[in-house]
């Protein structure tokens, strides 16, 4: 895995829907916001911003812990080996299949949500494609989430003045559409920013459109493309 940094920035901007203004609007909604969603439609760079914003977080802040949550191994795999793609070699204390620690101390981890991951002392949980984690999974996660950003008064005073508990958690989800289950579980949190993205705000070529309606047809097209807008909610 040896690449320079500036290797590492290029692979990353292989895709060109990975743009510097989408990337700083979403880091700048994270700044002022706990719980961000990206609603964004098939192919329009939705993990590869995560693996920014989690290569950054890791990267920029001594001893922090960032959590991904895939629907699939193999997309945990991935998301690490891409991280680790992004990571110039000489700031990576060990990596792993599902893991990286850098030598600042911190840590990036991907997994497969299942009910013994916790989000203990995270600095940051990336949720990948939380539209096709299974919708019983997704509720827990959900309930996980609305513990740390509403606590009761008891359990603020238990996890600041007791345990010194991480409040400065924050969430980012991004997924393009399966069902809308699980976005619709998500709003159930109130507080939060979402961006939506179609097709057409990534000026695709009408070709590729075309070939993509005839390969999906007109319901999946609709669903992992068209179906993003600021009036879907």
């Not at 969603?37 to 977080?57: E, H, M, P």
């Not at 179609?198 to 007109?218: A, H, P, T, Y």
Request: net charge positive; aromatic share 12%; charged share 25%.
């Amino acid at each position: 895995m040896k690449k320079n940094i500036f290797a590492a920035y290029d692979f990353i901007r292989q895709n060109k829907f990975v743009t510097p203004d989408k990337i700083k609007i979403v880091e700048s909604m994270l700044e002022s916001e706990r719980v961000v969603i990206n609603w964004w439609c098939r192919q329009s760079g939705k993990t590869l911003t995560g693996v920014k914003i989690a290569r950054d977080y890791a990267v920029n802040n001594s001893g922090y812990s960032v959590l991904v949550i895939c629907p699939r191994s193999a997309i945990s795999r991935n998301f690490i080996y891409v991280t680790g793609r992004s990571i110039d070699d000489k700031l990576i204390d060990s990596i792993s299949t599902f893991f990286i620690k850098l030598k600042n101390g911190s840590i990036i981890q991907a997994c497969v949500y299942n009910e013994n991951v916790s989000f203990d002392d995270k600095d940051l949980v990336v949720i990948d494609e939380f539209d096709f984690i299974e919708t019983p999974n997704f509720y827990s996660i959900v309930n996980k989430i609305k513990r740390e950003i509403y606590p009761t008064f008891l359990q603020h005073i238990y996890d600041v003045c007791l345990t010194n508990k991480n409040t400065r958690m924050k969430f980012l989800l991004s997924s393009s559409k399966f069902n809308g289950l699980n976005l619709d579980l998500i709003k159930t949190l109130h507080k939060y920013s979402i961006t939506y993205l179609n097709w057409e705000k990534l000026s695709l070529e009408n070709d590729k459109i075309e070939r993509m309606k005839k390969m999906l047809g007109d319901t999946a097209f609709k669903n992992e493309y068209d179906s993003y807008r600021a009036d879907d909610k």
